[in-house]
């Protein structure tokens, strides 16, 4: 399998814009995971999800994030609009059932300028 | 609320033993996880405790004491390539009762030196 993909790689944007993050899960894994990493904040889960259901969003930060999942193989995370305080590592992560082993994927570098 | 702790840096030497510890105020928790960072990496499954004792995986092992509200992560045979970020994380249960979510520590970066 190639595990879980993120695009893009690495963004950088301007403040007030928006920015479309995506994820394509593992085949077969019912949870996807959004987290966000920071120096000052550490890995922090933003929201996730079941079965393409949202379950628990109470970390999404505010009304300027928002995830979704169409379909069991690709999830968004956007900012809009997007602020400097939201440059970060972004990512998603996958696993079977409530398994305890989650697998991220590379992460996404987001610089708002 | 609910917070783990570990040191924020461990130096060790090629060959050693080191043990990373992790201590938690929170209850309610299926199992106690760790995981490992690369520079520039993303983070990649090394461990679980469901139960309280030892699980051994090769060169690392991890323990989990619920009564005591600890555990560790025990790298042996550390190995230049073990430089990198140790999280521990607690799985809590969230919305229904099958699912859950992991709570990350701040991690513990490992610099292992010849």
């Known amino acids: 399998d190639a595990g879980v993909i993120q695009s893009p790689r690495h963004e950088v944007t301007e403040m007030g814009q928006e920015v479309t993050l995506r994820c394509k899960p593992i085949?077969?894994?019912?949870?996807l995971f959004w987290y966000r990493q920071t120096m000052m904040r550490g890995l922090e889960l933003l929201i996730y999800?079941?079965?393409?259901?949202?379950?628990?969003d109470s970390g999404m930060p505010e009304d300027r994030f928002s995830a979704k999942m169409p379909n069991a193989s690709f999830s968004t995370l956007k900012i809009q609009p997007s602020e400097p305080r939201d440059s970060a590592v972004y990512f998603c992560?996958?696993?079977?059932?409530?398994?305890?082993?989650?697998?991220f994927g590379p992460g996404t570098r987001l610089t708002v300028l | 609320g609910q917070s783990l702790e570990q040191p924020s840096e461990v130096t060790a030497v090629e060959g050693a033993i080191v043990q990373i510890n992790c201590t938690y105020q929170?209850?309610?928790?299926?199992?106690l996880s760790w995981y490992q960072q690369h520079d520039g990496g993303a983070p990649t499954f090394l461990s679980y405790?469901?139960?309280?004792g030892l699980e051994e995986t090769g060169r690392f092992s991890s323990f989990l004491s619920r009564s005591d509200s600890y555990g560790y992560l025990l790298l042996q045979e550390l190995q230049m390539k073990d430089s990198a970020s140790y999280f521990c994380?607690?799985?809590?249960?969230?919305?229904?009762?099958?699912?859950?979510?992991?709570?990350f520590g701040q991690g513990t970066t490992l610099q292992v030196k010849p």
């Open positions: 405790n469901g139960l309280d």
């Open positions: 085949s077969g894994h019912d949870y």
């Open positions: 929170t209850s309610g928790f299926y199992g």
């Open positions: 994380a607690v799985m809590k249960p969230t919305g229904s009762g099958n699912t859950g979510k992991l709570i």
């Open positions: 992560a996958t696993s079977e059932r409530r398994s305890d082993t989650q697998y």
């Open positions: 999800f079941n079965n393409n259901v949202p379950i628990d």
